[in-house]
């Protein structure tokens, strides 16, 4: 049997401990923290996430600001905005709801942010230190993909990861903080040689690659550990839309020892470790260890 792993009620479990060390930080520091995220355009699926964001992090007693954006704001405007909530103090997180509309240069955006605030964790000085194996801030997702594996598996020492993917967001960190947790890793792609054998081999499979049910049932190692990181979109031949992951996921069942579905495995993580990062953020900043 494989086991369907419920990140939704791991998420909650997280964002409740968060909303009591914010608790605590009110009361005895008299600090809230406080998350800005700004999104820029009218993308429906960016709206509902920027909403979600929203809401949870009011309901973990922390301060939310939300700064909507037409689509055609100038890339010197959105820049300016960047800039005061870098100096603005009730602000300790600072997140810019991507993608943004392509005649903004998203890159120069991300490096506005101040290191210190950015809870994506997508600043090149963040990405160094990562790299490094020294304290920063994490993308949220490869994050909240680390905290399932430890919940599920314990230790992870010598167990072969393979992340396939190769992306500044997902793929790239998840490998380094994996082999901070002392597995063997192996970054794979849409070009990798054989990559259904090199999948075979996954103690961990980490899919990250953005299209739809590319990771076969037999692609799997039986008894692996499958992380679905994929959130895709797609219309049957009656017409109807439904999410899917990067794994075909009934192909899975039945092989995989643990999957996460989607949706309701990893992207509820992601807004937790959001959370999560914004409360680091906001005891750094204080110099509360």
């Not at 494989?2 to 909303?19: C, R, S, W, Y």
């Not at 700064?67 to 959105?78: E, F, K, Y």
């Not at 054998?197 to 049932?217: Q, T």
Request: charged fraction near 15%; glycine fraction near 10%; proline fraction near 6%.
């Amino acid at each position: 049997m494989t086991e369907i792993i419920d990140g939704k009620a791991f998420a909650a479990t997280l964002t409740a401990q968060i909303g009591g060390q914010v608790a605590r930080l009110r009361a005895e520091h008299g600090l809230q923290p406080g998350l800005a995220v700004v999104l820029v355009g009218d993308d429906p699926a960016s709206a509902v996430y920027v909403r979600n964001k929203g809401r949870t992090t009011e309901q973990a007693g922390m301060a939310s600001f939300t700064h909507r954006l037409p689509a055609d704001t100038s890339q010197a405007d959105l820049a300016a905005l960047v800039a005061r909530l870098n100096a603005e103090h009730a602000v300790h997180g600072i997140l810019v709801q991507l993608p943004l509309p392509k005649h903004l240069d998203a890159d120069a955006i991300i490096a506005g942010i101040d290191p210190n605030k950015d809870v994506d964790g997508l600043t090149v000085f963040n990405a160094g230190r990562l790299a490094a194996g020294l304290p920063g801030l994490v993308p949220c997702t490869p994050l909240g993909c680390l905290l399932l594996l430890q919940d599920l598996l314990g230790d992870l020492t010598g167990l072969h990861a393979v992340v396939v993917g190769r992306s500044n967001l997902v793929g790239k960190p998840a490998a380094q903080l994996l082999l901070q947790q002392n597995c063997t890793v192996t970054i794979a792609h849409s070009r990798t040689r054989d990559l259904p054998a090199l999948c075979r081999s996954a103690d961990v499979l980490v899919a990250a690659v953005g299209r739809p049910e590319m990771i076969r049932g037999d692609w799997i190692k039986p008894g692996a550990t499958v992380i679905d990181v994929g959130i895709n979109r797609v219309t049957d031949a009656a017409g109807k839309s439904r999410l899917v992951g990067d794994v075909a996921f009934a192909e899975a069942l039945g092989i995989a020892g643990r999957i996460t579905p989607v949706p309701g495995g990893v992207g509820p993580m992601t807004i937790a470790c959001l959370l999560r990062n914004t409360v680091t953020a906001a005891t750094r900043s204080a110099g509360i260890a």
